[in-house]
């Protein structure tokens, strides 16, 4: 079976990377690899924040009442086991 394949770089990707490469200290003996340039006017403008608070939806479901001894849901055997 061959090993799974890696995703491509998107461009977006490699600026962060040339962004992070450029504040590092470089090991003794060693070069930073060309970089992609930055660019520079094709930055989209940033979209703006929603002015009104997002509304809040009640759970559709309501969890059920706890009680003392019950196995709750969520929990597995083993994790019920050791809280009991």
Known sequence: MPPPRRPKLTEQDRRDWA???RQ?????GRELA???PEPTASLAPPTPRPTEPPVRRSPSILPSA???????????????????
């Open 19 to 21: 962004s992070f490469a």
């Open 24 to 28: 590092i200290a470089l090991l003794p």
């Open 66 to 84: 706890l009680s003392v001894g019950a196995h709750p849901g969520g929990l597995d055997n083993g994790t019920w086991n050791r809280f009991r």
């Open 34 to 36: 060309d970089l992609p």
